[in-house]
């Protein structure tokens, strides 16, 4: 089981929540479990979302495994110069 | 093809070496191409007219006389570049703010262009074009704009992030918060509170080279857009995208780039310069003059932070809160939620919580600045950290290695940080000879802490070995601070070759599969990493020619310094074959050898960075001059060490000209005052002392050379340690960047010194 945070803009999408659990071995996984429980988390993932695993943030590479017990947070995608 | 990108700790033989730079006699002698500096048989001038209003409707535009005009060949306006976005709106806003659609929404938007036969008939036909405005009231200011009975600037933003959704549309994008605690419970606690509000003024990266670009559309649909760029890949998908080609019928091909910082990240003027290429049906070369670059491409925001800091006596801190208000410009965008996760990102804190704004305004689509965001962020949140220690009596580099985040802290944006190196920064700054210099009458020290995310992204890399042994390594990434130096090095390190037997391109899009923009301090992370499976894929397919050479099992052979090398007893008395041997024989072993590689680089690792400064300001004039300063900050491994300096210092050499002199100076009627080097001042070398630098090297350990970005943090503390410098010199607290001389007396009086 992972619990899962949420900053932003991307708390508003998920009811206001916090944190959630999540149960998910891969970031699509967990992307495709948390959109289909929260609909409007569609729009940011479509957009580019990030997610945090144990502090390194990962933009992209969604086979990712995400290790049981994992701190996970999902942030908006970040642009940069 | 997966690949494991940890750190191992390899020894190495040329990675850390200072080799010569490989643009250089290009650079020096005027050979290396830049935007403006290709042509093509038949070739037309592009020149674009811009509204002279901050805010208004266009009523009419008339392109009757410059049509006819003799030479005139294509006279374009927003008609002539139609919504094919099928419905999303930010790559409507991209062509919006290439092309005004209805209404000018700042004073330089473009609203027509033209192609004609030289620049003269050009600038003759803008002079023809009438464009009936209808003038709008319009703001400037990011803390007007918010307020009730601003102008709103588009009906269909409504704040997100706010509950109750809002009914009414307004020039508030978006409220991002993040944070953790309980902040007033955290407030409560302290032995002192500090609370603050800073400013910081409109600046623009202030490259030397203007945007160019040379367009070619063929009634086939086949196009070639040479230009400058940071990501030629993303221009050929945008592009082709805004203006209805087919991405494989766009072949986009990056120039030499005269720095970029993030300005050249988006397109400003590309999609029309295709458009008129189109309708010309010849080539079209489209050069931005400094007056357009300053008002119609990407400066960053303008902003205004209020920032609160509690703390006990013996310098923890309790609690931390900061409002940020970011201004960018005529589209939405995310720059105060950027602001907002970055501000309090280098300490360790219970409580927390910091809420960004993101605010349109009639001024320039902002665009990113080399950490974009982070450099206002910490100018309220380093002023306000050595207000707080000067309050609890405490020296401000102990009170930020007191509250130092570390491995295990929780970020104030969210997740927990694995090993980083702020506490290692703060540490190198403290240890310093600079921080015990002896300061003369009217000199002040300041320091400053910055943070920046890095990532990676999608990369992909060809590697070539020619029949004589020398290596051609394809890239993606655009070079824009040394890559091709570095990733030569990469390239020769892995093969166990000479430097100098390597060469490194910039492959155009259709060479090379997609590869993300030079941003976010990625290119050596990621094209390193990219670089580094290629030699190793190509080192396979040597050590199986190899094998070939010998009639032996290719599981007999191994890479050894830069040798296939046969194994085992029955094959030990067989000579090393070295690589110029094996590829002299590639013609007859299966043809040419090649390494390629394709990847997703995450895992880049955020970076940290201490700054010092001393600065000597003059009483009388306000006029300030920066005496000493230092860098430090964590590079992962530092490829190649001058270019990493070079990063360090030039990042110094910015903030300190936005520190002090650089701001975008509007007039009451919303026009930009200043479009030009000479009122725009950025610093030259006579303002600059010497840049020290310390590199410190803690590897990233999701790269196998333990490589982290360098190129954006070193422009996060400059703002807040040049603010804390001039402070101390003159002993009263400034708030307002840039600290030029009429705002240094005017606080000086205000003050009563």
Redesign the interface.
């Known amino acids: 089981m992972l619990k899962v ?1 949420f ?3 991307l ?2 999408s998920v009811n ?1 929540h916090a944190q959630v659990d999540a149960q998910a071995s891969t970031i699509r996984e967990l992307l495709s479990g948390l959109v289909q429980r929260y609909p409007d988390l569609a729009e940011h993932v479509d ?1 580019g979302i ?1 997610v ?1 695993l ?8 969604w ?2 495994p995400i290790p049981d017990g994992s ?1 996970v ?1 999902l ?2 995608r ?4 | 093809m ?1 690949h494991d990108t940890s750190y191992t700790k390899q020894k190495f033989k040329l990675i850390g070496s200072r080799v010569n730079r490989p643009d250089g006699i290009d650079k020096v002698t005027g050979r290396a191409r830049y935007g403006a500096d290709a042509s093509a048989p038949g070739q037309l001038v592009g020149k674009v007219l811009r509204s002279p209003h901050a805010h208004a409707l266009i009523k009419k535009i008339d392109t009757t006389k410059a049509e006819k005009l003799p030479g005139v060949k294509a006279v374009i306006t927003s008609a002539d570049m139609p919504d094919l976005t099928g419905g999303n709106r ?1 790559m409507l806003d991209i062509l919006e703010n290439c092309m005004a659609r209805g209404r000018a929404l700042y004073d330089g938007h473009a609203v027509a262009a033209v192609a004609a036969v030289d620049e003269q008939t050009a600038r003759q036909a803008l002079k023809l074009i009438k464009v009936t405005y209808k003038r709008l009231p319009h703001v400037t200011d990011v803390d007007k704009a918010m307020l009730p009975g601003a102008p709103v600037i588009h009906d269909w933003v409504f704040t ?2 706010v ?1 109750p959704k809002p009914e009414k549309a307004s020039n508030v994008v ?5 944070g953790h605690g309980d902040v007033e419970a955290g407030f409560a606690e302290a032995d002192v509170i500090v609370e603050k509000t800073f400013k910081t003024e409109q600046t623009h ?1 202030g490259y030397i080279e203007p945007h160019a670009c040379l367009a070619t559309v063929g009634p086939d649909g086949h196009g070639d857009l040479w230009v400058t760029t940071q990501g030629h890949f993303h221009f050929r998908q945008v592009c082709a995208a805004l203006i209805g080609m087919d991405v494989a019928k766009l072949k986009v091909t990056s120039s030499e780039i005269g720095g ?4 050249k ?1 988006h397109v400003w003027m590309e999609p029309v310069a295709l458009v008129l290429a189109r309708e010309a049906n010849r080539p079209v070369k489209l050069v931005m003059s400094r007056e357009e670059v300053f008002k119609a491409t990407g400066p960053t925001s303008s902003t205004s932070v209020d920032v609160k800091i509690g703390a006990k006596k013996n310098g923890t801190i309790t609690a931390a809160a900061a409002e940020l208000r970011y201004q960018g410009g005529a589209f939405p965008g ?1 720059w105060g ?2 602001g ?2 970055t501000s309090f990102a280098c300490y360790d804190l219970k409580n927390v919580q910091s809420v960004g704004y993101d605010v349109i305004c009639n001024r320039p689509k902002v ?6 965001s982070a450099p206002m962020a910490a100018f309220g949140i380093e002023s306000t950290m050595d207000l707080v220690a000067e309050e609890i009596g405490m020296d401000p580099v102990k009170f930020r290695i007191k509250n130092a985040a570390k491995e295990g802290t929780q ?1 104030s ?6 090993p980083i190196g702020i506490g290692p920064t703060l540490k190198a700054a403290q240890n310093h000879p600079h921080m015990k210099a002896k300061l003369r009458k009217n000199q002040g020290r300041g320091m400053a802490c910055g943070f ?7 990369t992909c890399t060809d590697l070539n070995i020619g029949v004589d042994g020398t290596v051609s390594l394809a890239v993606g990434t655009v070079d824009v601070g040394g890559s091709r130096a570095s990733l030569g090095l990469i390239a020769a390190e892995e093969l166990g070759i000479e430097y100098e037997q390597v060469k490194v391109h910039i492959a155009d899009t259709a060479s090379l599969g997609h590869n993300d923009t030079t ?4 290119g050596t992370f990621s094209s390193g990493m990219a670089t580094i499976f290629a030699a190793r894929d190509a080192k396979d397919e040597l050590c199986q020619r190899a094998a070939k050479m010998w009639d032996i099992p290719v599981s007999a052979v191994a890479w050894k310094e830069g040798k296939a090398v046969a194994k085992g007893k029955r094959h030990n008395n067989l000579a090393p074959l070295t690589l110029k041997e094996i590829a002299a024989k590639s013609p007859n072993t299966g043809g040419p050898i090649a390494g390629h590689n394709e990847v ?1 680089a ?5 970076s940290f960075a201490s700054h010092i400064c001393d600065v000597e300001v003059d009483p009388e004039t306000g006029a300030t001059k920066v005496i000493r300063y230092t860098v430090v900050q964590d590079a992962g491994k530092a490829i190649h060490p001058d270019y990493v300096e070079g990063q360090f210092q030039g990042g110094a050499a910015q903030g300190i000209g936005w520190a002090l002199n650089e701001e975008y100076i509007y007039g009451d009627d919303g026009l930009l005052q200043n479009a030009g080097f000479l009122d725009y001042r950025i610093p030259v070398c006579s303002d600059l002392p010497f840049i020290d630098t310390e590199i410190l090297e803690i590897p990233n350990p ?1 790269h196998p050379y333990g490589i982290r970005g360098v ?2 943090t070193s422009i996060v503390p400059p703002l807040a340690a040049i603010g804390n410098a001039v402070s101390n010199a003159v002993g009263v607290r400034m708030t307002h960047v840039p600290m030029s001389p009429p705002r240094i007396l005017k606080a000086l009086d205000e003050a009563g010194v």
């Open positions: 945070g900053t932003g803009a708390r508003s206001g957009q990030a945090a144990d502090g390194e943030i990962y933009r992209d590479d086979s990712k701190a947070f942030l908006p970040i642009q940069g110069g | 997966s930010s997100s992030g509950d978006q409220r991002n918060q993040f990266q970029g910082f993030g300005g990240t995310i939620m950027l907002a996760m665009a990113a600045y080399r950490a974009p970020a944006y969210g997740p927990v940080y694995g920046w995310f890095n990532f990676g992204g999608q941003e976010g301090s990625r997703v995450d895992g880049a690792g955020v999701n190129g954006e």
